[in-house]
């Protein structure tokens, strides 16, 4: 069973808007630091933004002011809102879950469950 589902992703155009969900599967993500990360073709997956469990925030700067990362601890959920849209934000988004953190990581290999991500595509 996949940790989490991601959902929201699609077409948008360059300065358009997305909301990206993750919802988990049949686990509470309060305990947990919830990552999204994204990873374009040919490229390393990178760290877009993290919330920790206190509502702790990080954006990576290629994003900032931009994005802004939330959590729904009620309905199991994290969500990305992506505004201003730009090519290069074109990727797989995935979102991850760290459990033992008192930082917010931001490597990929600092997180236990990931979901399989949902294509966002920036085009005119």
């Known amino acids: 069973q996949v940790p989490f589902v991601e959902s929201g992703g699609g077409l948008v155009q360059p300065g358009g808007s997305l909301r990206l969900s993750c919802a988990a599967s049949g686990f509470n993500v309060d305990p947990y630091v919830i990552g999204w990360f994204r990873q374009a073709p040919g490229k390393e997956r990178e760290a877009v933004s993290c919330i920790k469990t206190d509502g702790s925030t990080y954006y990576a700067d290629s994003v900032k002011g931009r994005f802004t990362i939330s959590r729904d601890n009620a309905k199991k959920s994290v969500y990305l809102q992506t505004n201003s849209a730009q090519p290069e934000d074109g990727a797989l988004y995935f979102c991850?879950?760290?459990?033992?953190?008192?930082?917010?990581?931001?490597?990929?290999?600092?997180?236990?469950?990931w979901g399989q991500g949902t294509q966002v595509t920036v085009s005119s």
């Open positions: 991850a879950a760290n459990s033992k953190a008192f930082y917010i990581p931001t490597a990929t290999r600092e997180y236990d469950y």
